[in-house]
């Protein structure tokens, strides 16, 4: 019914409605936002924005291919603008041009919808709606973020949009099959998702308690939160919560790993997704198990703590080790391929849970076609499971005495089942091998 009825209008009648609702919707907006001001001192709201928008689109449709009057109407409306924010700088003493910016928007948007259609104009419209309604939030926002959060800002778009452009895409030898350019993008990929995870919990979970330190930590790092819950736990041993936050962490490793196949390798990323599955049910059942249960036997007098599970993301040492690691992990890689076949893989991928699985990882994800994707997958629950063996230890040897057994009997479950899955009951290769 609806759009037989607006093929019938003429567009120019639509375009005109739509001008009329739109500058309407701005100058309520004002309205809203100035509710203690005099209006007299306002340079308009719902009425005013409305007749600028049809003077818009009037001076507009006139003359739209020289845009003269359009043109000489702007410049008028701006002289009565600069004219009344004078004014208000002399009687009121205050500053600042919201107003001026979004009656000059009000007057470009018949030209918008005209030319660009409507979800260019509506996407104008929310903009400009939301941006003078989240004054406060900017302010707050503004007090929250420190010098040293643009520096880091400004590393990551170096590092994504600046150097990673610049680097060839050609292989560094014969025996390192990897490029400058996957090198670097992988740095750019593993400092994203740490890069997130840094900002949702300063800026949104700024007071997350530790389950959820342990949540946005492990997209991070998990064994470095485990250790750091571990640690906490000596502080405060009666806080159930420090348990549920390491198997949280373990949770989103997973999610992680999965992250990156999936942006790597969507093949292997299809054939990790049944036994990541897997591990999230049982990670995230047993985190959920002990938190229920810790809750149950609370100390009431319990601190409720939090802790940074990590700090800026985007040091340019870390940068640096990952990129070694990763050229380290690729040349090994090629050697143990050539002189042991796949099955030397195996054998590397439980070494070097001892170290920084990520680089290690990628370099599988970036094997184009030497492994076989089955092969990825057993390689990277190995190397995952040899991680989590080393992970046990820091936490058992770091933590409090009363989460020892836990950490054991919930680690072995998890370390079992990674060994199974990867050899015993391998359902990747359902995926992988139909």
């Known amino acids: 019914m609806f759009p037989g009825l607006t093929h019938s209008l003429p567009p120019e009648l639509i375009n005109f409605l739509l001008i009329i609702v739109f500058s309407f919707l701005i100058g ?19 009425r005013t924005f409305t007749l600028v928008g049809m003077l818009g689109f009037i001076l507009y449709i006139i003359a739209p291919q020289t845009l003269i009057p359009f043109l000489g109407g702007g ?22 041009l919201t107003t001026v ?12 919808i ?3 259609g409507i979800w260019m104009s509506l996407l104008v419209v929310v903009c400009t709606l939301i941006l003078a309604e989240i004054k ?3 302010v707050e926002l503004s007090q929250k973020v420190s010098r040293d959060e643009f520096i880091t800002l400004a590393k990551f778009l170096t590092l994504a949009g600046v150097i990673l452009p610049l680097l060839p895409d050609t292989p560094i030898s014969a025996e390192i099959n990897v490029s400058p350019y996957r090198v670097w993008l992988a740095i750019v990929v593993v400092s994203g998702i740490s890069y997130l995870s840094y900002l ?7 007071n997350a308690g530790l389950l959820l330190t342990g949540v946005l930590g492990g997209l991070y790092s998990s064994t470095a939160t485990i250790i750091i819950l571990a640690r906490k736990s000596k502080e405060l041993p009666v806080d159930y919560r420090i348990l549920p936050g390491i198997l949280a962490a373990i949770t989103m490793m997973y999610l992680r790993i999965f992250l990156l196949a999936l942006f790597f390798n969507q093949t292997v990323a299809l054939g990790l997704l049944p036994p990541f599955i897997i591990f999230v049910l049982v990670t995230g059942g047993m985190s959920f198990y002990f938190l229920k249960t810790g809750e149950r036997n609370a100390v009431k007098a ?29 040349a090994l ?7 042991y076949g796949q099955s030397g893989i195996k054998v590397l991928s439980v070494v070097v849970g001892v170290t920084d699985i990520n680089p290690f990882i990628i370099n599988l994800f970036q094997s184009n076609g030497r492994i076989e994707n089955a092969a990825i997958v057993t390689a990277v629950l190995t190397a995952i499971a040899s991680n989590n063996l080393c992970q046990l230890i820091y936490a058992v040897v770091l933590s409090d005495r009363s989460l020892r057994r836990n950490l054991a009997i919930s680690f072995t479950i998890i370390i079992v089942l990674g060994v199974l899955l990867a050899y015993v009951i391998p359902i990747h290769q359902l995926v992988l091998n139909p």
């Open 28 to 46: 309520l907006e004002q309205r809203r936002s100035h509710p203690n001001v005099d209006y007299d001192s306002l340079f308009g709201t719902d």
């Open 75 to 96: 410049l008028a409306l701006s002289a009565f603008l600069v004219i009344g924010y004078f004014q208000k700088i002399q009687q009121k003493q205050r500053y600042g």
């Open 101 to 112: 910016m979004i009656a000059l928007i009000t007057y470009c948007l018949a030209p918008l």
């Open 114 to 116: 005209c030319t660009q």
């Open 136 to 138: 406060e939030s900017l």
């Open 200 to 206: 949702l919990k300063k800026f949104v979970f700024p």
């Open 302 to 330: 319990m601190s409720d703590q939090t802790t940074e599970p990590h700090s800026n993301p985007l040091e340019f040492k870390t940068a640096v080790v990952f990129g070694l690691l990763f050229i380290f992990f690729a």
């Open 333 to 339: 890689t090629t050697a143990v391929l050539k002189y």
